[in-house]
């Protein structure tokens, strides 16, 4: 299990690939999996716009709430939805030219600023956030340990983590990346959900509220290649989702079958 230098060694490398995004041929085609087929299985079945939605849902009324969004990049889906409505909002990720093009974004906002900064580094001083924001990011942490008490450092008392991280519990998923990954350009900082992931966040927050997504709706990934309607299919998508999602809130077979997890979480 790594230290935190060798974490924060680990950031500037991730840092620097984020800056100039060189991937090389395996993770250029499992990005292209993800982010077309997948995308296209996420969007006919209503998976990422539940998601979103949830989201804001959970944010609640940010008028008196102090925001980090963590790993934000050059902005997320709410970034600056985040900056507008709450009264303090810090955007931060390891890419300074990302995080120029949010300042940027954030510039009508005078509560609202972004820092190219290390979470886990001794220069980020900054806490008591009454929420973190976390789309995709605390996946990219390898030690948990570590994260988790920072997070706890960093939160309020009876501050909120929304987080949504990949899953490698379902045993297709965990074959796939387990042969992907000696190939795979961003594999230092590429730790997807395992089940004693999950299990440390439970005992370390109270998880609110949770859902996994793609569990039995990946096989559309399957299901898309075959000669019926497109109607039919959106159809059996949106009926697996709905099984995913509303199952997955109670019962953990369900939600380890699955490929992604958003998770609702309060500092205990």
Partial sequence: MKTIESILETNIKQAEF??????????????????????????NSGVQDQAYLLHKE?????????????????????????AEHSKEYLGIDLSDLAITKLNERLASFP????KAIDFLSAEFTEKDYDLIYAYGVLHHFENTKILID??????APNGQIISYDPLETSLPIKIIRTLYRPFQ??????WPFTRKTFYRFQSAFTIIERHGLLGKSKWM????????????????????????????????????????????????
Avoid at 26 to 34: E, L, P
Avoid at 58 to 82: P, Q
Avoid at 111 to 114: D, L, R, V
Avoid at 185 to 190: H, L, Q
């Fill in 221 to 268: 990934a399957l299901i898309s290649i075959l000669p019926i309607s497109d109607e039919k299919k959106n159809r059996i998508g949106q009926k697996w989702h709905k099984e995913d999602w509303d199952n997955s809130k109670i019962s953990e077979s369900v939600l380890f079958s699955c490929m992604h997890l958003t998770m609702l979480m309060e500092k205990k």
């Fill in 185 to 190: 350009s961003d594999a230092a900082w590429e």
């Fill in 58 to 82: 959970w944010f609640g009324d940010l008028s008196d709430k102090k925001v980090l969004d963590l790993g934000c990049f050059s902005g997320n889906y709410w970034s600056v939805y985040l």
């Fill in 18 to 43: 984020y800056n100039i995004k060189k991937k090389n041929l395996a993770t250029r085609i499992w990005s292209k999996f993800r982010n077309g087929i997948l995308n296209r299985v996420r969007k």
């Fill in 150 to 155: 920072k997070l706890n450092e960093k939160l």
């Fill in 111 to 114: 509560n609202a600023s972004a």
